[in-house]
């Protein structure tokens, strides 16, 4: 099993610039989560899908956030326009829907926004 | 009041010494409680999950749960120094888990 896998895992950018994080879940996973992680606010969830569709996106910062889900093994986060104070790191995970015991995170995507 | 919370700053323990790592919480009806370890520059991977009051014991790992005081702790046994990592609690509700901030621990030789 390849695992939750992100791209890039390193990304680094001017303030202003767009920003897309990509993620690839568990096959046969059908829920998705968007994390950030800083040392100030810890981990904290973005925004999650169930079968392709957001479900809660209440942790979405801002409209410069955006979240995609076009089909089962594909996701996105878009930041735009990116500042230095997104800088985090971003973590996808997937899980099998009602076991949260089994939700599996991807190895994260280091962003520093100059 | 967050609702995971572990106040700790980072733990140094010696190598077989016992780790103790607590976390409160706020949601009184959350059910499922669980503790990640993340390992610098990875990402969390899932070592214990809780479920009902009392111990649960994992190897060298023991989560202890109080619905009632509303805490989650672990117990980390005979301490290694692969066990130097944080340590993050995490509770489900509201149909999502919740993180607290994470505790470092630092296992010396």
């Known amino acids: 099993d390849a695992g939750v896998i992100q791209s890039p895992r390193h990304e680094v950018t001017e303030m202003g610039q767009e920003v897309t994080l990509r993620c690839k879940p568990i096959s046969g996973h059908n829920s998705l989560f968007w994390y950030r992680q800083t040392m100030m606010r810890g981990l904290e969830l973005l925004i999650y899908f169930n079968n392709n569709v957001p479900i809660d996106d209440s942790g979405m910062p801002e409209d410069r956030f955006s979240a995609k889900m076009p089909n089962a093994s594909f996701s996105t986060l878009k930041i735009q326009p990116s500042e230095p104070r997104d800088s985090a790191v971003y973590f996808c995970?997937?899980?099998?829907?009602?076991?949260?015991?089994?939700?599996?995170f991807g190895p994260g995507t280091r962003l520093l926004v100059l | 009041q967050k609702e995971v919370e572990q106040n700790s700053g980072p733990l140094s323990v010696p190598e077989g010494a016992i780790a103790s790592l607590n976390c409160t919480y706020s949601d009184r009806v959350s059910q499922s409680f669980f503790w990640y370890r993340q390992y610098s520059g990875k990402s969390p991977e899932l070592i214990m999950s809780i479920y009902s009051n009392g111990d649960k014991e994992d190897g060298r790992f023991t989560a202890q749960l109080n619905k009632a005081s509303q805490y989650v702790s672990l117990l980390i046994r005979d301490s290694q120094p692969s066990d130097s990592a944080t340590y993050l609690c995490?509770?489900?509700?509201?149909?999502?888990?919740?993180f607290g901030k994470g505790n470092q621990v630092v296992v010396i030789p």
């Open positions: 995490a509770l489900y509700g509201n149909n999502r888990l919740a």
């Open positions: 995970a997937s899980r099998r829907a009602g076991l949260w015991e089994t939700q599996y």
